[in-house]
């Protein structure tokens, strides 16, 4: 069992709040599926106080921090090092549909970098952690990436555009590149989630375009602590910028990020997400 420091503990009793709201309110949408109007102004809501929820317990505990969250937006901090970046509810389609698979995630930057990472799964109460240097936990066991090396033998997850985002044929491509070489590629629709399962070695790799940062930044953290490695799918760093993704295991990154830039669209510019 890990000894979680005072600044995880924060970000656990923030999404722990929230979560306790999600849970019950995903019980109600479950029901509101058969009435004419469909749940979406009650989800709308629910996102909305587990964003306020996290928020207040974030700034009670460190009242100096900046804060970049979706549904909010970006507050200046007043200590210019520090940042928590946050979705308040990551796998809204799902939640919507009620499909029981979203999650919390929190971030803490400082000085530019993340530091800390919280992703709480309310419904299997899966609770993920990782701080830099000192590893990534699942329940408070330490997790590592899968240590498959065979292609054939992967699992990847991915996100697939819809509706009015992203570059629908691009994606075609490289899951055309993708597909015919691993065992199969998922699309659960929670890129934080998609993250912690490559960190706790339930998938290979996942890659997706188009994220936000609040997506992103825990996981990509619990990742690397996980030992897994990250790019952007071009090979890139800027990640939380580029809104761009591909994170596996150490053995199959490289591979699978030159089977995706093998596709075509890779060869000539990319429509923006
Ligand atoms: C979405 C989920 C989904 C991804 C979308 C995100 P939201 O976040 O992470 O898996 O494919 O691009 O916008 O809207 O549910 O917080
Ligand atoms: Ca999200
Ligand atoms: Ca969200």
Redesign the pocket.
């Known amino acids: 069992m890990a000894t979680r420091s005072p600044i995880i503990n924060v970000m656990i009793k923030a999404a722990d709040r929230a979560a306790r709201g999600l849970k019950r309110d995903f019980g109600e949408v479950e029901q509101l599926q058969v009435s004419p109007k469909g749940p979406s102004d009650f989800v709308s809501t629910a996102d909305i106080k587990a964003e306020r929820a996290v928020r207040e317990e974030l700034v009670k505990a460190r009242p100096t921090y900046g804060l970049l969250m979706?549904e909010s937006g970006v507050t200046p901090g007043t200590d210019g090092q520090h940042r928590w970046i946050v979705?308040p509810?990551?796998?809204?389609?799902n939640f919507l549909h009620g499909l029981p698979h979203f999650c919390i995630s929190i971030a803490l930057e400082r000085a530019g970098e993340v530091v800390a990472g919280v992703i709480l799964d309310p419904i299997r109460d899966d609770l993920y952690w990782a701080e830099r240097g000192i590893g990534a936990y699942l329940n408070g066991r330490r997790i590592r990436v899968s240590s498959r090396r065979n292609l054939g033998e992967a699992l990847l997850a991915t996100?697939i555009p819809f509706q009015e985002?992203g570059d629908h044929s691009a994606f075609a491509a490289e899951l055309s590149a993708v597909m015919p070489k691993v065992a199969g590629v998922r699309r659960f629709?929670?890129?934080?989630l998609?993250l912690a399962y490559v960190a706790s070695g339930r998938y290979e790799g996942f890659w997706?375009s188009?994220?936000?940062p609040w997506?992103m930044a825990a996981g990509i953290l619990l990742v690397r602590e996980a030992g897994g490695y990250v790019t952007e799918i071009g090979g890139g760093e800027n990640m939380l910028d580029s809104g761009s993704v591909l994170a596996a295991n150490d053995q199959l990154h490289g591979t699978i990020q030159r089977l995706l830039t093998s596709s075509e669209p890779w060869k000539r510019p990319r429509a923006q997400p």
Do not use: I, K, P
């Open positions: 979706e979705d509810l990551d796998g809204t389609t996100g985002h629709g929670a890129a934080a998609d997706e188009g994220l936000q997506d």
